[in-house]
């Protein structure tokens, strides 16, 4: 994930899927808040924020969501 592709998400207020595994009920869903060289917050529905690797895979939530291999 570029950071002109975060800054993109963040600044139009889209809401974003984060896929950690091959388990739907596991990802990440919410808006992008702050991100770093290693890391990225996510603000989820909850108002709770989380802090996630950017490793992780990242789409619009309204995207259909990436299979992954086991």
């Known amino acids: ?5 975060l800054d993109k998400y963040r600044l139009e207020g889209t809401k974003v899927r984060v896929v ?6 596991n990802d990440v869903v919410g808006f992008v808040v702050a ?4 890391s990225v917050l996510i603000r ?3 108002r709770r924020v989380v802090k996630l690797k950017r490793d992780y895979i ?8 990436p299979a992954l291999e086991l």
């Open 35 to 38: 991100w770093d060289d290693e």
């Open 58 to 65: 990242m789409v619009e939530a309204s995207a259909p969501r």
């Open 20 to 25: 950690r595994d091959a388990l739907e009920m």
């Open 44 to 46: 989820r529905p909850n």
């Open 1 to 5: 994930m570029t950071e002109e592709q």
